[in-house]
T-cell receptor
Framework: KQEVTQIPAALSVPEGENLVLNCSFT??????LQWFRQDPGKGLTSLLL?????REQTSGRLNASLDKSSGRSTLYIAASQPGDSATYLCAVSGNTPLVFGKGTRLSVIA | GAVVSQHPSWVICKSGTSVKIECRSLDFQATTMFWYRQFPKQSLMLMATSNEGSKATYEQGVEKDKFLINHASLTLSTLTVTSAHPEDSSFYIC???????????FGPGTRLLVL
């Protein structure tokens, strides 16, 4: 059974810092991995999707990497802003529908 | 991009009533839709997979008679919480998979509060 773990569970940083969120999964037989953002009481916004054959994806200040063999992904956020404050969820897709981690709650302090 | 809508966005009801939540794919056809539930500060937990024209597949521990799912068309799936109780209060999110593709697109969620 696929399990997804995200570390840390919560993170607070001053504005302008670069930061890394971690995601690990137990079954490396995945089709893709997605990073989502969720604001309080809201739905999910897809940030980046990495296919199993890819190593990384970039969008603006966000960069996500994937090491399928070790079961790890990282989400790098450059020059963080208060507007980046949200919960970031990692999810993997394989033979089962998306399996989500519990998320990392990010607070960027102005 | 692909858009998925949910209605209503929030609902408050009395214990014992039934609540129907709609999930629509607005600009694509979705053979498969998924229903998730999210409790406060927890991650999304898959409840069931809904396939157009056939019975839904429920995850272990999810009561199919309590959470009725209907996927009668390629753009609409409904989740009915029957005889809702306070412990059913949660955030319900649907997603839809564009037919023939892997990507799931998520709806904005429906917050249910059962008094």
């Amino acid at each position: 059974k696929q399990e997804v773990t995200q570390i840390p569970a919560a993170l607070s940083v001053p504005e302008g810092e670069n930061l890394v969120l971690n995601c690990s999964f137990t079954d490396s037989a995945i089709y893709n991995l997605q990073w989502f953002r969720q604001d309080p009481g809201k739905g999910l916004t897809s940030l980046l999707l990495i296919q199993s054959s890819q190593r990384e994806q970039t969008s603006g200040r966000l960069n996500a990497s994937l090491d399928k063999s070790s079961g790890r992904s990282t989400l790098y956020i450059a020059a963080s802003q208060p507007g980046d404050s949200a919960t970031y969820l990692c999810a993997v897709s394989g033979n089962t529908p998306l399996v989500f981690g519990k998320g990392t709650r990010l607070s960027v302090i102005a | 991009g692909a858009v998925v809508s949910q209605h209503p966005s929030w609902v408050i009801c009395k214990s014992g009533t039934s609540v129907k939540i709609e999930c629509r794919s607005l600009d694509f056809q979705a053979t498969t839709m998924f229903w998730y539930r999210q409790f406060p500060k927890q991650s999304l937990m898959l409840m069931a997979t809904s396939n157009e024209g056939s019975k839904a597949t429920y995850e272990q521990g999810v009561e199919k008679d309590k959470f009725l799912i209907n996927h009668a068309s390629l753009t609409l799936s409904t989740l009915t919480v029957t005889s809702a109780h306070p412990e059913d209060s949660s955030f319900y999110i649907c997603s839809a998979r564009d037919t023939g593709k892997e990507t799931q697109y998520f709806g904005p969620g429906t917050r249910l509060l059962v008094l």
